[in-house]
């Protein structure tokens, strides 16, 4: 009798539970993982590119009075309602609303203040309408209206007094004194000076880039760019011999015996070393984002996600790492294949924007040029007399041509990592306003994340079934 | 239990061990049941109806040469390989189930542990793999590592260790879930002399506990001192099974030697003497329809005393070599 109770209570006892079997396959891909040297390089060679950005110093450039323009320009418009993550800068464009602005003459408050992002300054601001074409307006439309870029508040206006004349208002001519107060955004639009290594190398221009795009190209450098393709790979290489190592003769007998389904072994390796590489890409992101906002002062947490989307797009390698390491067995040729998949992915993904942005270009014809905050910022070339405009070379648009088609075909089954990386640009552009070619892409109708993340996770788990359907059904 | 009759009552004992489950494990006393088994690799025939019975707490060696199908049949035992036909019991359990694998240890042979462990790293992570708690997966890896002479270098990599660390470390995997049935391929695998006779003894205490041993091995002589009971496979088929001393089989010879010389050509009614060695042996063949009791009665009429009488035996070693032999011109 007590054998029997004693048998018994052996049996409850090594019935073991889900979550005891994935602590010991997260014990043993976990000191796998240690084991690879190629992760302490890696984790060496971040540490460097993060102690290199640490050494940069951004300084704002004076720029104030350009600004003020700006702000005046953009009172030109009427801009209520204008979204930029939606509306092109055309669309704003073909808003003027037939009056003309510009600031007379722009003082810091106190006289004596920096020309930065953090000053007050007393402005004239002065307004010619076009008769018929538009109308007066009051001191409240302009204290509505002044220094409403859309992304968000360039100026406050503290205090507003109208000093039209009588003569000149009945010429459509209107001026007015204010004082006005740096809004939050403005220091992301400011101008600032990038170096690295203390003042030793200089990044920018001596006028300085918005501090916006500085933020976002390093952001996008440490984290989406070197940096995450650097830990990427190294992963892709390290974890490429997870599954091979586990299944060769020899050891995969010593696996078998126990009293798991075939499944879990592979599935529970796979969300291990999936667990491993979002915890070094989360240290990598959360160190970018923490550098760039000491760095610049700017914290907008954007570029956290870009963890669970460099994620998702590291899983789709990781399943096609494990199901090739399932069926040849060798390390070596998982991570041919995984990378060979990453460079197919990247290249047609690069073309496939070219599509995009050919048909983009099409569209635009005959409508004016969009133009973005950051070129409306810089200082615009005076123009030479003399110098003439190349005339447009007629030629096919790409996006019709049979490559251009096949591109699409063949964009349209792979996994669409390309819109991963596209979620996180149209990101960090809502938090730094920022334009360019980018935009573009990201005001594309075509543009839909959730299939981009639908059809990656498909891939994904169309990889891991077959890797685990395979490796049941074989002889070890 | 005898093939015909687990044949004759399939059904019911199927239902009833599946009815009784657990608790029927120590009522069973055929811990591994096989029956008619065979294994096919395309045209390649691995296993050709194998049927034997192993009986719990009893250590059961499994011989035949390379190709003879030993690591097949253990695969099938353990649910690692699909039998292409016949069925085959653990433990009270169709072989290919979950529930037949939890209460097994094994050591396969040639095994590659990850070198990435260390010792009881390794345990910790097969141990929880086996469903054991963290308390008593520690406990009965310094337990063990201590039992088999691994003590002292719990610190050190595998890829550090030797080939009968390697060994010993890999039977410790084995024993670690305290199995009531332990599969072991060549467990002695590269260890040295001390240390097969630290693991035979060890065996030999789980065989005590009652946990049933199934032994895969090369070594003749050390199968002949472990195991209860044989079985030779011989080209996918079993060609030889029962107790050692079943196997071997017993002569009709014996060595004597007497209490002083007796000449060469010297006659006897019940024997034919021939010399064995110098040491004034002679082996004694005794004549057909007689017992050895004839022989000493006419060895004492003759005034001789008997100093040494031992029969002769077979070893297994004799017999293997036979089958192979066998197995050798015929093919």
């Known amino acids: 009798m007590n054998e029997l109770a004693d048998s018994r209570g052996r049996e409850s006892a090594c019935r073991p539970g889900l979550l005891r079997s994935f602590a010991a396959i997260l014990r043993d891909a976990w000191l796998a993982f240690l084991d690879a040297r190629i992760l302490w390089l890696l984790l060496a060679a971040i540490a460097v590119l993060f102690a290199v950005a640490l050494s940069a110093r951004v300084e704002p450039q004076p720029a104030g009075r350009r600004y003020l323009d700006l702000a005046a320009r953009a009172l030109s418009a009427d801009m209520t309602g204008i979204d930029l993550t939606k509306d092109s800068f055309t669309d704003l464009a073909g808003r003027l609303d037939g009056s003309l602005s510009w600031i007379a003459s722009a003082d810091p408050l106190p006289a004596d203040a920096d020309d930065g992002p953090g000053t007050a300054w007393s402005v004239t601001l002065a307004r010619n309408v076009v008769p018929v074409a538009g109308s007066l307006a009051t001191a409240d439309e302009i204290a509505s209206r002044f220094g409403q870029i859309p992304d968000g508040r360039l100026w406050t206006i503290r205090e507003i007094r109208e000093t039209t004349t009588g003569i000149a208002a009945a010429m459509g001519s209107q001026t007015w004194e204010l004082t006005v107060d740096p809004g939050p955004d403005l220091r992301i639009l400011w101008p600032h000076r990038f170096s690295l290594f203390g003042d030793s190398l200089e990044l920018t221009r001596p006028e300085g880039a918005p501090l916006g795009l500085e933020v976002f190209i390093l952001q996008k450098l440490l984290s989406n760019g070197i940096g995450g393709t650097i830990l990427l790979l190294v992963s892709v290489v390290v974890t490429a011999a997870f599954v091979p190592t586990m299944i060769r003769k020899g050891t995969l007998e010593l696996l078998l015996v126990r009293p798991q389904p075939r499944w879990q072994l592979i599935v529970f390796t796979y969300v291990a070393a999936l667990l491993f590489v979002a915890g070094l890409l989360g240290l990598l992101i959360l160190a970018t984002w923490v550098v760039t906002g000491l760095l610049t002062g700017l914290w907008s947490p954007g570029i956290l996600l870009a963890l669970p989307t460099l994620l998702l797009f590291f899983a789709m390698l990781l399943s096609v790492s494990v199901f090739t390491g399932v069926v040849t067995r060798s390390a070596v040729a998982a991570m041919l294949v995984t990378v060979a998949t990453w460079a197919v992915l990247f290249v047609v993904g690069l073309m496939h924007m070219q599509v995009v942005a050919s048909r983009i270009r099409e569209e635009n014809v005959g409508r004016p040029r969009p133009v973005s905050v950051a070129n409306a910022l810089r200082p615009q070339p005076q123009s030479q007399p003399g110098r003439r405009e190349k005339p447009a070379v007629a030629r096919t648009p790409f996006h019709t041509t049979t490559v251009a088609r096949v591109v699409e075909t063949v964009y349209a089954v792979l996994p669409h990592t390309e819109d991963l990386d596209t979620i996180i640009d149209r990101q960090l552009m809502r938090d730094f306003a920022v334009g360019g070619r980018l935009r573009q892409l990201m005001e594309s109708p075509d543009f839909q994340w959730a299939r981009g993340v639908g059809l990656t996770l498909a891939h994904t788990a169309a990889f891991l079934i077959a890797a685990c359907v395979i490796f049941s059904r074989r002889d070890p | ?331």
């Open chain 2, 1 to 331: 239990m005898h093939a015909g009759d687990a044949e004759s009552s399939t059904f019911f004992l199927k239902f009833a061990f599946s009815a009784l489950s657990a608790t029927a494990m120590t009522a069973i006393e055929h811990v591994v049941s096989v029956r008619f088994l065979q294994k096919h690799y395309g045209p390649l025939r691995a296993l050709g109806g194998v049927s034997l019975d192993v009986e719990r707490a009893t250590v059961f060696g499994l011989l035949g040469q390379n190709g003879a199908g030993k690591t097949t049949l253990i695969k099938i035992l353990l649910g690692m390989l699909a039998p292409t036909s016949g069925s085959a019991d653990l433990l009270g359990r169709p072989v290919g189930s979950v529930a037949a694998r939890r209460d097994v240890g094994y050591l396969p042979e040639d095994h590659r542990l990850p070198e990435y462990h260390t010792g009881p790293s390794l345990l910790d992570v097969y141990g929880g793999l086996q469903g054991l708690a963290r308390q008593e997966r520690r406990r009965r890896a310094a337990e063990l590592l201590d039992m088999l002479g691994l003590a002292g270098r719990e610190k050190l990599r595998i890829r550090g260790y030797s080939k009968g660390m390697k060994q010993r470390l890999g039977l410790a995997q084995a024993l670690l879930h305290r199995p009531s049935v332990l599969f072991l391929d060549e467990p002695t695998d590269g260890v040295d002399p001390v240390g097969r006779k630290q693991i035979r003894d060890l065996l030999l205490a789980e065989r005590a506990r009652g946990v049933t041993i199934f032994i895969n091995s090369h070594l003749l002589g050390e199968v002949e001192q472990l195991c209860d009971r044989v079985a030779i496979l011989k080209k996918g088929q079993v060609a030889l099974i029962g107790t050692v001393p079943e196997v071997v089989g017993e002569k009709a010879s014996w060595l004597v030697a007497f209490d002083r010389p007796v000449p060469a050509d010297h006659h006897w009614n019940t024997a034919r003497l021939t010399p064995a060695g110098t040491d004034g042996m002679w082996r004694l063949h005794l004549a057909p329809v007689t017992g050895i009791d004839r022989f000493l009665d006419e060895a004492r009429d003759r005034g001789l005393h008997l100093r040494h009488l031992q029969q002769e035996r077979g070893t297994l070693e004799e017999i293997y070599l036979q089958l192979a032999d066998a197995g050798g011109s015929s093919s």
